[in-house]
């Protein structure tokens, strides 16, 4: 069965990237609301929504392991670690949300940091891992579109099912939408996930945990600064794409080795 979905989603991979973002929500809605009891222990009161992404995130392995794609996909590579400062912006944005402080006690805050960088895992191997290799046949603008809309429409389940209010919920797809498609130039350009992890979990820790919004003229300069960031990591590294990172590919020891180029 595994390797008639893989056949399908290679054959389709537009239809095939949709039909794994629902399968990841339904999962993820199952584990939180049928599954797993409430675990909400004083001394980590987010246990139960961190184990929900742990076992997601186990179950997007999986399905990349079975398909042969964990170093394909950028979850199981460092990339270019000498482009790992392409998203240093990123981390900046995500830390200016901090300057108001952070609300909560330590034992908060630390369950909170747990959880939250296990979102990270979570989505960013499913949206920018699993989900964009789907997509990577289409080119890596039409890719990057691609997950930036089903990131961003994704995120509709918390105004269906985790009562959201409407309006923040519109605002949020905007936010992810923006933000998965700088994401996915960065995985373009780096050829890992990983620096994206720790990027994602900080921005929903540090947001989350703000006492107060940032101001409308910052939020409003953060997303036209991811699209045109995104945008210049597409037209800068989009070239790339075909070819894998340095630490993706083992040589074969019988093959000669023909010229080679710079890759930075």
Not at 98 to 113: C, E, K, Q, R, W
Not at 202 to 207: A, I, R
Not at 234 to 240: A, H, I, K, T, V
């Amino acid at each position: 069965m595994m390797e008639r979905w893989k056949g399908h989603v290679i054959r389709h991979p537009l239809w095939g990237a949709v039909e794994l973002t629902l399968a990841w929500h339904a999962v993820l809605l199952l584990f939180a609301k049928v599954v797993l009891p409430p675990l909400a222990p004083s001394r980590f009161p987010d246990l139960g929504a961190t184990l929900v992404n742990a076992l997601c995130a186990a179950g997007v392995w999986f399905v990349l392991w079975r398909w042969g794609w964990l170093r394909v996909s950028a979850v199981a590579a460092l990339g270019r670690a000498r482009r790992w400062w392409l998203a240093a912006p990123m981390l900046a944005i995500a830390c200016s949300y901090v300057v108001a402080g952070l609300n909560g006690t330590t034992t908060v805050l630390a369950s909170s940091l747990v959880l939250l960088l296990w979102v990270g895992i979570n989505e960013e191997i499913y949206s920018r891992g699993l989900v964009q290799q789907t997509l990577t046949p289409l080119g890596p603008m039409r890719a990057a579109v691609g997950v930036a809309v089903l990131f961003g429409v994704g995120h509709f389940q918390n105004y269906l099912f985790l009562g959201a209010p409407l309006e923040n919920t519109l605002w949020q797809m905007l936010s992810a939408g923006l933000f998965g498609f700088t994401c996915a130039g960065l995985r373009y350009a780096i050829g890992s996930v990983w620096p994206m992890v720790v990027v994602h979990g900080l921005d929903d820790f540090f947001g989350i945990r703000s006492p107060g919004a940032a101001p409308d003229w910052w939020q409003a300069s953060v997303y036209v600064f991811h699209a045109a960031y995104g945008l210049w990591l597409l037209r800068r590294y989009g070239n790339e794409v075909m070819r894998p990172a340095p630490d993706t590919v083992r040589a074969d020891p019988d093959e000669r080795p023909e010229g080679t180029g710079a890759l930075d």
